[in-house]
């Protein structure tokens, strides 16, 4: 094996120098200087083709850094980019949320100062309440304060007192013992002490009389032929009486009554603002104007409803006083006792120091 090798490797070497003889240039040496120089030349060409090589490597590789280092530097750039562009969202953000909260403390500013400009309103009504507060109670406690009112309003009753016991005197209401007209309208006993129903008068007990003038009871038909006119008439002079009674003490005590009388001795009329439809409809010439209704508070040549009606109204006066002072009705049909119940409590020293 190894001397078949060996012929075979001989074969090769031999190529190998011929193809070389082939390759090598024969020159004669007249061209050999020129050769040589042209050698010269191209090794020095190719020195400074491998200097130029060199110089452009070191050239590129510092023109590859740089390009490096710009692009690293444009990534940041662009990094910082995006990093501004998110900050300015963040600011953009907070910019509308500084204006929304601005507003916002811009109404509560003005709603502020609308409430400031109540309160020194109601700090100005307070400071004028709290001076006249304080001007009200020095004068209350000074010599025109509350001591002086009450005496001035205990002369005042004095003096209504003493004018109210003149219309006592003028129409004097007093219990007589002995016999009534059958027809009495209320008795003292009856009305006052016992409490018992009005109208039914007990056997040999005291009435009430005005001026000496009995009060009967008004019929519910109209006069006939045999109807006492004397007692009728007496009766319309006593009714006449008390209405003038009434005013004089409504007037005394400033009490505006709720049906005004229209004063005319036995022929006196009681009027009614505001009649109720069960009395309007009684009589046709009721109209439905504004204008009051007069009722008689007499029977003669009168229908007995609206008479009857008129007696009422002038117990609901007397009733109006004794509220007044307060006191209650002794009841509907007692005129007389509603009267002397007034008196007696406007002429009692109790009255003087009431309230």
Known sequence: ?????????????????????????????????????????????????????????????????????????????????EKLESRKLVMGNMSMHSKVVKEKVRKQEEQLSVEIGSLVVGG????????????????????????????????????????????????????????????????FSSSIKSGGPAGLKPIDQGTLTISGLHLIAIPSTKMGLFTDKKEVR????????????????????QVPLRYPVRLGGSRSYIRDYAPSVEHSTLDSMISTSSKPVEFPLFIEGQDS??????????NKDLEQLLNFIGLKSLGPRQIL???????????????IHAY
Not at 28 to 53: F, G, I, M, P, V
Not at 169 to 184: N, R
């Open 305 to 314: 409803t609206r008479a009857a009606y008129a007696v009422f109204l002038l």
């Open 1 to 81: 094996m190894e001397s078949s090798k060996k012929p075979i490797v001989k074969v090769q070497e031999r190529k190998q120098e011929v193809q070389e003889d082939q390759s090598a240039k024969i020159i004669d040496w007249e061209d050999y200087e020129q050769e040589l120089a042209r050698l010269c030349s191209l090794t020095s060409a190719l020195e400074e083709s491998k200097n130029k090589k060199l110089l452009i490597e070191e050239k590129l590789r510092s023109l590859i850094q740089v390009q490096a280092e710009s692009l690293s530097r444009s990534n940041e750039l662009d990094q910082m980019r």
């Open 234 to 253: 007496q009766s319309s002079t006593a009714l006449g009486y008390v209405a003038h009674a009434v005013s004089l003490i409504a007037a005394y005590l």
């Open 124 to 187: 100005s009504s307070l400071s004028v309440a709290n001076k006249r507060m304080q001007d009200s109670g020095r004068s209350l406690g000074g010599e025109k304060g509350y001591d002086h009112l009450k005496k001035l309003q205990k002369l005042l009753r004095f003096r209504q007192q003493y004018m109210v016991s003149q219309v006592s005197l003028l129409y004097p209401v007093k219990v007589v013992i002995g016999k009534a007209p059958e027809q009495e309208l209320e008795s």
């Open 337 to 351: 006792a509603n009267l002397k119940e007034l008196l007696r409590t406007l002429l009692s020293p109790e009255y």
